[in-house]
């Protein structure tokens, strides 16, 4: 292998590791909040795809972005009340088949909104055969918007989450609900809260990365599995160990197409997640004690 | 019929169970008390295989048992009971009991699907064994209620029931007399000799004085993880250690 | 009581055999014969159903790959019977299972000598090897609990899918097609052969092979449910750790009932697939997977009576193309409504209940 085209596959593995963290962020935030897995959770990365590239049509990229992100917020804030808020202490099972069942939904209504086609957002910077040049390897800039921006989000939920009263609030609530409530917090809209969040830094990787990536009504799908798997990963609910692992897998995926034909690539995905199931299901980098912490 | 040798558990760098030895000869009535905390649920979830282990050895009927998976255990023919009743949702207190029988009995999912003839007469002797406890346990006539709406007390002989249905020879029974009343607590008394008459080593964790003194044959005080006194009930009630690690609690229970 | 709760499973039986022979009996009076293929294909997915209902009702394992075992079933058979093994027919392999009757030779439509499988020899491979998967898959993964067990199941799902997808032996997106009929029983005397296929004059026939098909996987599983085994796995359900404590090995157990709903749901993969002559890689798809979830969810998740006929009906329906192009989507409304208020199936709705503050009983 040429070092250009070593350093195109890891180009590639980061990028795609990057949202394959955040993807997986959005599940640790749900999941630290309420102990649910949220199975939609890909559909909001597909939902802040397609809802920019339609409100598009009307304004200027910055602004459909912006307002994609608020809508897929109110989306996810809307599913929480709806569906979940109203439950009393329901099972693992119940809640698992809930959100699949929510996950389908959306899914085709997307369908019926936008179709089977393939659609994309425009690259923010030139178009698709702009790149930059590093070292001997063209990129294109686009890259580094998903790069950038996923990293703002991972930094910027680090801070929220060490620094803002709210975001300690939440973390409380993750750590001992009953406690939580007891000093004033109110642990119910810490819930909804969750979701929006996850919901909205979903919604933004899937506007920034739709110009390489491209969005289809049923993109979501595969997006939750390997955020999934790397949720696993790194250790359920910790969202560094996302974020190291996000970037292993992505790479991992990004060097198997050497190896292994392309139609199989999912599969790699796959296989991973239930090697780690079967053999250490609290991740590389998680303690099943850490598990229990459910922090950041 | 069980020994217990030099038994330990951590858990990470507490040591809930530390140097714990002691045996219990058949036939006997045995309890184990001591202060909450003191590990006593901790050494019976150690003893019937549902924790294992940090070191030391659990001796059941000449045979090693530690590291044994909890239904070799009961098969083996230890029983045990839970603190907070463990029944099945879902089912009858019939159907409940009849589980119980489930390793004395064979018949394999073949034989099931396939309602085999072998298993009409396996099944009818499942039921009638299972009446036979519910009617020794004086519920009866609660077979074909959902067994997890009946009354505590009530519950409490299903799980019994089901326990004695597995034949065993030792039964542990885990805080028996737990939200009984003082009637209740006695019959329960009542029943657990007529369980050891019928030849059934007993060892019981339990928190009423009354009933412990009055049953058992002796007596293991545990405090912290550790076996601090072994010995029948008279000369537990006079012990000083005894006595000093329940101060601040009831003097009055301590010394009867 | 005992002789009661074995006579009313009879008489269920009955009267639904009773059903089954005056449907057939009025879609000929009513020349409306047409329904028979659905009704068909409807017994087939509710035989994967009812096996499914036991290991999620009963077992409490969620399984949101199942289809993959219907797959297996159904592309096994399939490959072994049109893969045209001629060109190896002196390898060892292939000459002992000619001289074990396993072979047929023939000749295809351009007059090629062909050399395969005999449906009977796929039919019973096929379902051997979803065992044996079935089998060495669950192992590990009924270790698993909650999330983790359904994502892996999942998982296996999503693989069974890509590999039929993408592999050419398995016909990649078109499937196998042109799959032989499947020979149950060989002409004899002025009758005909008995063969699960598509042919349009054993429409009849197939439809009561189906039915009595499902029959007799319904019978079997009542009577399991009403055994020893039965009774351990509703213990298992109710309260694993008080099961295990009594001697059940549950982890034994939980296998054997996956395995058992594995081969349920490859003899319906395998007979689908000679009925249609075909299958393709969407039987595998995590849609079949989750519609199959949802049907058992429906039907009250250890009711098998309630999934039979929700399954039954749900499919039928939505072959017929009741739902048209909302197919998926009402399966995935189905999930959420049952989810949220129904959780022990449709059947078991008490509305003035639902109303009342209640105790859920879902804790476990």
Redesign the interface.
């Known amino acids: 292998m040429t070092s250009t085209l070593f350093l195109q596959y890891l180009f590639a593995g980061i990028t795609y590791g990057v949202i394959y963290a955040i993807v997986a962020i959005g599940f640790n935030i749900i999941y630290n909040t309420t102990g649910i897995i949220n199975f939609a959770q890909g559909e909001f990365v597909m939902l802040g795809g397609m809802i920019s590239i339609t409100l598009l049509q009307v304004v200027p990229l910055p602004v459909a972005i912006a307002l994609a992100v608020l809508i897929t917020m109110l989306i996810g804030a809307l599913i929480e009340i709806v569906f979940i808020r109203w439950l009393d202490s329901p099972s693992v099972l119940r809640m698992i088949i809930i959100t699949i069942g929510l996950s389908i939904l959306i899914r085709e209504v997307a369908r019926h909104i936008w179709g089977e086609s393939i659609r994309s957002l425009p690259y923010f910077v030139g178009n698709e055969i702009t790149t930059i040049t590093i070292g001997s390897v063209r990129i294109s800039p686009q890259v580094f918007w998903v790069i950038g921006v996923c990293g703002i989000m991972v930094l910027g939920l680090s801070l929220f989450f060490k620094i803002t009263p709210i975001g300690r609030e939440m973390r409380a609530c993750s750590s001992n609900r009953t406690a939580a409530i007891l000093c004033g917090i109110n642990t119910r809209n810490m819930v909804t809260l969750s979701f929006m969040l996850s919901a909205g830094i979903g919604a933004l990787a899937g506007c920034v990365m739709s110009p390489i990536t491209y969005t289809q009504y049923d993109s979501g799908t595969s997006l939750a599995i390997k955020g999934f798997t790397v949720a696993i990963l790194g250790g359920l609910g910790n969202s560094m160990g996302a974020v190291a692992a996000g970037l292993l897998l992505g790479i991992l995926e990004a060097y198997s197409v050497a190896v292994v034909p392309l139609a199989f690539q999912d599969a790699i995905s796959i296989t991973i997640l239930l090697i780690i199931l079967f053999v250490r299901p609290h991740g590389i980098f998680g303690s099943s004690?850490a598990a229990r912490l459910k922090e950041f | 019929m069980l020994e217990l040798k030099s038994v330990h558990k951590n858990f990470?760098g507490l040591q809930a169970v530390g140097d714990v030895s002691f045996s219990v000869p058949a036939g006997a009535i045995k309890a184990v008390i001591g202060p909450n905390g003191a590990g006593k649920t901790t050494l019976f979830n150690l003893i019937?295989g549902?924790l294992n282990l940090s070191s030391g050895k659990v001796i059941f009927q000449d045979r090693e048992i530690q590291g044994l998976?909890?239904?070799q255990v009961?098969?083996l023919g230890m029983?045990?009971t839970?603190q907070n009743i463990?029944?099945?949702?879902?089912?009858t207190a019939l159907?409940?009991v009849?589980?119980?029988?489930?390793?004395r009995?064979?018949?394999?999912?073949l034989?099931?699907?396939?309602?085999t003839p072998a298993?009409w007469k396996?099944?009818?002797e499942?039921?009638d064994k299972s009446m036979q406890l519910l009617e020794l346990l004086e519920i009866a006539e609660f077979a074909d209620a959902e067994a997890t709406s009946l009354a505590f007390g009530q519950q409490r002989a299903v799980e019994m029931a089901?326990?004695l249905a597995?034949e065993p020879k030792l039964l542990l029974l885990d805080e028996p007399a737990a939200g009984l009343n003082i009637y209740e607590t006695a019959e329960v008394g009542r029943l657990i000799t007529r369980i050891r008459d019928m030849g059934i080593t007993v060892v019981l964790v339990e928190h009423d004085m009354s009933l412990v003194m009055d049953i058992s044959d002796e007596i293991v005080v545990l405090s912290f993880g550790q076996k601090i006194a072994e010995d029948v009930p008279l000369a537990i009630q006079q012990n000083p250690e005894v006595i000093k690690i329940y101060l601040g609690e009831d003097e009055e229970e301590a010394v009867v | 009581m005992?002789m009661k709760i074995k006579e009313s499973k009879l008489l269920k039986i009955g009267l639904l055999v009773i059903l089954v022979i005056c449907t057939q009996l009025l879609t000929q009076v009513t020349d409306t014969q047409f329904y028979l293929t659905q009704l068909t294909m409807s017994a087939y997915y509710a035989l994967l159903v009812i096996g499914l209902t036991v290991v999620m009702g009963y077992a409490g394992q969620i399984s949101l790959g199942h289809a993959g075992f219907f797959a297996i079933g159904g592309y096994l058979s399939a490959a072994l019977t049109t893969h045209n093994l001629i060109a190896l027919q002196t390898h060892p392999l292939v000459e002992g299972l000619g001289s074990l009757g396993m072979l047929v030779s023939g000749q295809d439509l351009y007059g090629e000598q062909l050399l395969v499988f005999a449906p009977w020899a796929a039919c019973i491979i096929a379902v051997l090897v979803a065992a044996v998967i079935a089998f060495v898959l669950g192992i590990p993964v009924l270790k698993l609990k909650g999330h983790y067990l359904a994502m892996a199941t999942l998982g296996f799902g999503i693989i069974i899918f890509r590999i039929g997808l993408a592999s050419e032996y398995f016909g990649e997106a078109d499937g196998i097609s042109e799959v032989p009929g499947l020979t149950l029983l060989p002409a004899l005397g002025p009758f005909g052969s008995l063969s699960v296929s598509g042919d349009f004059g054993l429409r009849v026939e197939n439809y009561y092979v189906a039915w009595g098909l499902l029959c007799v996987g319904l019978w079997?599983?009542l009577?399991?449910i009403d055994?020893?085994?039965?009774?351990?796995l509703?213990?298992i359900?109710?309260?694993e750790?008080?099961?295990?404590?009594?001697?059940?090995?549950?982890a034994r157990f939980k296998l054997?009932v996956f395995v058992?709903s594995a081969v349920y749901a490859a003899i319906a993969g395998v007979f689908l697939t000679h009925y249609n002559g075909g299958i393709g890689p969407s039987e595998a798809s995590v849609m079949k997977s989750v519609r199959y979830v949802a049907l058992v969810a429906v039907g009250g998740m250890?009711n098998i009576w309630g999934t039979l006929i929700m399954g039954v009906g749900l499919t039928f329906l939505s072959l017929r193309g009741v739902f048209g192009s909302y197919d998926d989507a009402v399966f995935g409304a189905i999930l959420i409504l049952v989810m949220l208020f129904a959780p022990d199936g449709i059947l078991s709705l008490n509305v003035k209940a639902l109303f009342t503050a209640k105790r859920t009983?879902d804790g476990?």
């Open positions: 004690a | 990470g019937a549902n998976k909890p239904h009961a098969a029983a045990r839970f463990k029944l099945f949702h879902g089912m159907e409940s009849m589980v119980g029988r489930h390793v009995s064979r018949a394999g999912f034989a099931g699907m396939f309602h298993t396996e099944e009818k499942i039921r089901r326990a597995t | 005992n079997l599983l009577n399991l055994s020893r085994v039965g009774r351990a509703r213990a359900h109710g309260s750790e008080a099961a295990e404590a009594i001697g059940v090995n549950t054997n058992l250890a009983t476990h």
